[in-house]
């Protein structure tokens, strides 16, 4: 064994390393002139969002679009309005802004995309990108940890047509976008997502690890309780949530170095009732949203 | 879905903590300090283009260390190309040390999961798991692939070094 490891030693010395990562962002085009940086960032935002788009907005809607013949060459989406500052807030001093804009495609499929950013003067001037359907993908210059973009099911949309698309006010776990780790800059690990309009508050609950049987976390320390606020996004009546990740998770995150997602999402309105549910271990389809009893206690 | 992709944020903690690692890793394939770096800055910048693929599927430093070995092993073929042609300043001063040429022999002979398994173990003390996902195998196959690893380049050794 020491053989080898004085071998390896031999082969790739202990050399002197000095971290040069604005070279690693200039590389990959990520910085550079405020103009030119400005430009080769939406160009490579577009081709990171064209790919987030193409993986988790096309591939799981085209089945639903092609079946309810959504799909239309000359309808592709559009963004409906500029991103808009849902809420503001601080964690832990650190100053934090929930954005959201929203996106159609045709009368029957819409999308909607949301993000946290930490940046004390956000550019919130999204540039339309190629779109999928049901969203419209846009580069958000201002949000550094990342946009979720996902057309809406199970959420109430005033310009549906009756009998078209699910009208159950419950959502999916899908609808979530989180940061599960410490950013480099001290940002607190977080996650933040869309709930039905009725839901004045969101509990995110997880899963104990090797449990038999299965169990949900429970202890104060170990589950989120949020308000959920209101988006004013046209053609959308939601709200959104974010929180900082409790401790225990994001430690789970950082010793384990995978994500957890919570295992049970629950939305309920000013008289405490279930009005949003999102559960694991049960059906998570885009057009069978997770019955409400799921989340009941 | 639950979150998609990295944050630069997410990318820029891993270098700081394991670049030294993962240039000892490009050494160990490219053979020169130079390459190796170049190969380590491309392989995270590779990552930040990138970031948007990354599924969470695993832990983030495997999916960075995919990004690093693929730049690495193309900073590889690239030098064996151009040295083939040109003599440059390292390979003239890697030709000084025949024990090491003997000893990069031996490790380029080994299969590539062997060899890169390895790298990942000694190198940037990877677990089993972050092994295994780096290198898409069952985290079961991963001892199996490390002792046939030590096996085989041990008795090469005993060659190097008789």
Redo the contacts between chains.
Sequence with gaps: ?N???E??D??????A?E???P???R????CGSPRGRRTRRLG?RR???L??AV??VVAPLTALSARNNWWSPASLPRPVQQPIVVTRGSWSGHRWTLIAYPSHANANAYGLCWGITFSRNPDLAAVPVQGSIGAAVMAVPGV???V?C?SIVGIEHWHRTPGTVPTVQAYE??F??????????G?PAWIAGVVASSATHVVLRWRARRAHPPRLLASPREVVRVAAFPARVAGYRVRLFAAPLPEPIARRTRT????T?PSMITGTNRRGRVVACSADGLTIDISTPTPLSACKP | MGSVGASVGEIEEVYRRRASGFFRLAYAHTGGADTARDAVQEGFANAVRGRASFRREGPIDAWVARCVINAAVDAARNREEVSAILEDEESAELSVDGDVMALRTAIRDLPTRQRDALFLRYYLDFDYAAIAAALGIEVGTVSATLHAARTSLRGSLQEVYR
């Excluded at chain 1, 590389?27 to 990520?30: D, E």
């Excluded at chain 1, 384990?256 to 994500?259: F, L």
Aim: hydrophobic residues 50%; glycine residues 8%; aromatic residues 8%.
């Design positions: 064994m053989g080898i490891t071998s390896l031999r082969l790739a010395p202990t050399a390393w971290d040069d990562w070279e690693v962002l590389r990959a085009g990520a490579r081709t990171v969002l790919a987030f993986v988790a550094e940890d990342g979720n996902d776990s899908q979530l976008l989180a940061s599960p780790v410490q950013g480099a800059k940002h384990a170095s995978a994500w997602p």
